[in-house]
């Protein structure tokens, strides 16, 4: 039986066998709908001077699964890192009065909605598409930081992006499609 793949390679450091092989990244899209405004916001950063590639353009919560990490671990820690937000406490309060949303309208946060293993793009990364959307009780969007990125610089900002302003601009790794999609 043939294969088109090759093998991982093995590298060898000191005493240990390290293994290169394709990399995972987790997507979120976070989708929030406000009591008196029928367009939901999306969340959304720009990436900034420091960022891998695609300077300038926005996108998802988007980052690679660490060592020791679930998926919805490394979506929780990307979250926190660019922009600010601990979507764990946002998704899951752990009192009913911390409980910022009325209904949970989807909720794919511990399990991704979408897989992709294709090797055609984006340097043959696996990637991990979570999501949420929530109806909240008030019309306040919650604040968002960058001052815990792991990079100084990796991000520009972050915002609540109205959904029907996404196609106002450029979106690294096809991010606006994956909005659509969800």
């Known amino acids: 039986m043939e294969f088109k793949s090759r093998p991982n390679k093995a590298h060898h450091i000191g005493d240990r066998i390290v293994w290169e092989s394709r990399s995972v990244a987790v997507n979120g899209v976070v989708i929030l709908y406000l009591p008196d405004n029928p367009v939901p916001y999306v969340l959304a950063s720009r990436r900034g001077p420091?960022?891998?590639?695609?300077?300038?353009?926005?996108?998802?919560?988007a980052g690679y699964m660490d060592w020791d990490e679930s998926g919805p671990e490394a979506l929780y820690r990307e979250g926190w890192e660019e922009v600010g937000?601990?979507?764990?406490?946002?998704?899951?309060?752990?009192?009913?009065?911390?409980?910022?949303w009325s209904e949970i309208i989807s909720n794919n946060i511990e399990q991704?909605?979408?897989?992709?293993?294709?090797?055609?793009?984006?340097r043959q990364n696996i990637s991990l598409r979570y999501g949420v959307a929530l109806r909240m009780k008030d019309s306040v969007l919650p604040e968002l930081s960058t001052?815990?990125?792991?990079?100084?610089?990796?991000?520009?900002?972050?915002?609540?992006?109205?959904?029907?302003?996404?196609?106002?601009?450029?979106w690294a790794f096809g991010h606006d499609k994956v909005i659509k999609e969800y």
């Open 50 to 61: 420091k960022a891998a590639d695609y300077h300038g353009c926005m996108n998802l919560l």
């Open 85 to 100: 937000i601990d979507l764990k406490s946002l998704v899951y309060p752990e009192k009913d009065n911390d409980c910022l």
């Open 112 to 122: 991704p909605w979408h897989v992709k293993t294709e090797p055609d793009e984006n």
């Open 147 to 170: 001052e815990n990125n792991e990079v100084e610089g990796e991000v520009d900002f972050a915002e609540w992006l109205p959904v029907n302003e996404i196609g106002d601009y450029i």
